[in-house]
């Protein structure tokens, strides 16, 4: 006999917040389009843009050195 355990697939919260963020940028991108095409040409590319960048480094709060 085969063992026919069903696999669970397990999703972070976070990996729900990134998704849902995604497809939120999409749907802007889409409502954007179907007013003026250029301007969700270019918000769009803001968007990846800063999907795509590094998170800033934290300021040191000290006063000196």
């Known amino acids: 006999m085969k063992n026919n355990k069903k696999r669970r697939i397990s999703i972070s919260p976070e990996t729900v917040r990134e998704i849902c963020l995604v497809i ?9 389009y179907q007013i003026y095409k250029p301007a ?3 918000v769009g590319g803001i968007l990846i843009l800063w ?5 800033k480094a934290p300021r040191n709060q000290g006063g000196g050195e």
């Open 40 to 42: 969700s040409f270019i």
């Open 51 to 55: 999907i795509g960048l590094p998170p």
């Open 24 to 32: 939120g940028f999409i749907l802007l991108i889409y409502g954007i």
